[in-house]
């Protein structure tokens, strides 16, 4: 990616105090809500603070975030299940075959 972001920057302050303070505020309005409604909420953020990037960088800048959100989903998945990892992860070649 070009110079719009820092990726080590973000690294950190993903971590940060304030980061992590207002994911907790937010993570109880959705826990509970089905994934449609998680879903529609997310998008709507993320609509909203797209809208704040020049449209030029737009594509740029939302390839750096679903980059940023595959990690997170990784590091996530692990700790809400353990090191099996998610409930419903394919376990094998045969079973992708077979759904």
């Not at 595959?70 to 394919?90: C, Q, S, W, Y």
Request: with cysteine.
């Amino acid at each position: 990616m070009s110079n719009v972001f820092d990726f080590d920057k973000y690294q950190s302050e993903r971590k940060c105090v304030e980061v992590v303070r207002i994911v907790e505020i937010i993570r109880p309005l959705l826990r509970g809500q089905g994934p449609e409604i998680q879903g529609a909420v997310l998008a709507e953020l993320l609509g909203s603070w797209m809208a704040g990037w020049a449209p030029h960088l737009r594509a740029e800048v939302l390839d750096f975030h679903l980059e940023a959100v595959r990690g997170l989903t990784i590091e996530n998945e692990k700790h809400m299940f353990g090191d099996a990892g998610h409930p419903g992860a394919v376990t094998n070649e045969k079973e992708t075959h077979e759904k």
